[in-house]
Protein backbone atom coordinates (compact mmCIF):
# COMPACT_ATOMS: atom_id res chain seq x y z
CA UNK A 1 0.00 0.00 0.00
CA UNK A 2 1.05 3.35 -0.95
CA UNK A 3 -0.05 6.14 0.70
CA UNK A 4 0.08 9.95 -0.31
CA UNK A 5 -0.50 13.14 1.73
CA UNK A 6 -0.74 16.58 0.81
CA UNK A 7 -2.49 19.65 1.47
CA UNK A 8 0.06 20.79 4.03
CA UNK A 9 1.52 24.61 4.05
CA UNK A 10 1.80 27.72 5.67
CA UNK A 11 -1.23 28.91 7.32
CA UNK A 12 -1.46 31.65 10.75
CA UNK A 13 -3.20 31.53 13.66
CA UNK A 14 -6.67 30.62 13.17
CA UNK A 15 -6.32 29.83 9.91
CA UNK A 16 -7.45 26.04 8.44
CA UNK A 17 -6.08 23.36 6.18
CA UNK A 18 -7.28 20.21 4.95
CA UNK A 19 -5.27 17.78 4.22
CA UNK A 20 -5.92 14.64 1.98
CA UNK A 21 -4.05 10.90 2.04
CA UNK A 22 -4.97 8.88 -0.52
CA UNK A 23 -4.05 5.33 -0.59
CA UNK A 24 -3.23 2.91 -3.19
CA UNK A 25 -5.01 -1.12 -3.90
CA UNK A 26 -8.18 -2.35 -3.53
CA UNK A 27 -8.81 -2.55 0.08
CA UNK A 28 -8.77 0.74 1.22
CA UNK A 29 -12.44 0.35 2.81
CA UNK A 30 -11.00 -2.34 5.45
CA UNK A 31 -8.07 0.03 6.68
CA UNK A 32 -8.04 1.92 9.76
CA UNK A 33 -6.80 4.93 8.74
CA UNK A 34 -5.25 7.47 10.95
CA UNK A 35 -3.31 10.75 10.86
CA UNK A 36 -0.29 11.39 13.22
CA UNK A 37 2.07 14.18 13.65
CA UNK A 38 5.67 14.99 14.73
CA UNK A 39 7.05 17.93 15.56
CA UNK A 40 10.63 18.86 16.46
CA UNK A 41 12.40 17.22 19.06
CA UNK A 42 9.12 15.67 20.01
CA UNK A 43 7.39 11.85 19.71
CA UNK A 44 5.05 11.03 16.68
CA UNK A 45 1.56 11.43 18.73
CA UNK A 46 -1.74 10.20 17.37
CA UNK A 47 -3.82 13.02 15.49
CA UNK A 48 -7.22 11.23 14.57
CA UNK A 49 -8.11 7.91 13.49
CA UNK A 50 -11.18 6.28 11.22
CA UNK A 51 -11.95 3.08 11.27
CA UNK A 52 -13.37 1.10 8.34
CA UNK A 53 -17.05 1.59 9.84
CA UNK A 54 -16.66 5.31 10.46
CA UNK A 55 -16.14 5.41 14.25
CA UNK A 56 -13.91 8.54 15.07
CA UNK A 57 -11.14 8.97 17.60
CA UNK A 58 -8.76 12.13 18.48
CA UNK A 59 -5.80 12.93 20.44
CA UNK A 60 -7.10 15.03 23.60
CA UNK A 61 -5.36 17.94 22.41
CA UNK A 62 -7.70 18.31 19.23
CA UNK A 63 -10.53 20.00 21.46
CA UNK A 64 -12.96 19.90 18.54
CA UNK A 65 -10.58 21.54 16.16
CA UNK A 66 -9.84 18.67 13.71
CA UNK A 67 -12.14 16.09 12.10
CA UNK A 68 -10.95 13.37 9.87
CA UNK A 69 -13.17 11.98 7.24
CA UNK A 70 -12.95 8.97 4.31
CA UNK A 71 -13.68 8.52 0.98
CA UNK A 72 -13.70 4.83 0.18
CA UNK A 73 -15.03 5.46 -3.48
CA UNK A 74 -11.49 7.83 -3.92
CA UNK A 75 -9.39 5.89 -1.79
CA UNK A 76 -8.52 8.67 0.13
CA UNK A 77 -9.10 10.09 4.63
CA UNK A 78 -9.10 13.63 4.62
CA UNK A 79 -7.71 15.49 8.06
CA UNK A 80 -9.94 19.38 8.16
CA UNK A 81 -7.79 21.16 10.67
CA UNK A 82 -9.33 24.25 12.43
CA UNK A 83 -8.67 27.02 14.70
CA UNK A 84 -4.98 25.94 14.27
CA UNK A 85 -2.56 27.05 16.81
CA UNK A 86 1.57 27.54 16.48
CA UNK A 87 1.50 24.41 18.38
CA UNK A 88 -0.25 22.42 15.76
CA UNK A 89 3.08 23.36 13.44
CA UNK A 90 4.42 19.54 12.66
CA UNK A 91 4.87 17.28 9.85
CA UNK A 92 1.38 15.34 9.34
CA UNK A 93 1.93 11.84 8.56
CA UNK A 94 -1.07 9.58 7.16
CA UNK A 95 -1.29 5.89 8.58
CA UNK A 96 -3.11 2.94 7.14
CA UNK A 97 -3.33 -0.33 9.51
CA UNK A 98 -4.96 -3.77 7.94
CA UNK A 99 -4.75 -6.99 10.88
CA UNK A 100 -0.97 -6.72 11.81
CA UNK A 101 -0.24 -4.48 8.70
CA UNK A 102 0.31 -0.84 8.73
CA UNK A 103 1.56 1.09 6.57
CA UNK A 104 3.27 5.19 6.43
CA UNK A 105 3.13 7.89 3.49
CA UNK A 106 5.54 10.36 3.97
CA UNK A 107 4.41 13.63 5.61
CA UNK A 108 3.41 17.03 4.78
CA UNK A 109 4.23 19.77 6.49
CA UNK A 110 2.09 22.44 8.64
CA UNK A 111 3.50 25.10 9.70
CA UNK A 112 1.34 27.32 11.67
CA UNK A 113 2.47 31.19 12.21
CA UNK A 114 1.88 33.45 15.56
Known amino acids: VQLQASGGGLVQAGGSLRLSCAAS????????MAWYRQAPGKLRELVAT???????NYGDFVNGRFSISRDNAKNTVYLQTNRLKPEDTAVYYC?????????WGRGTQVTVSS
Open 50 to 56: ITSGGSK
Open 25 to 32: GSRFSNYV
Open 95 to 103: NAKYGSYRW
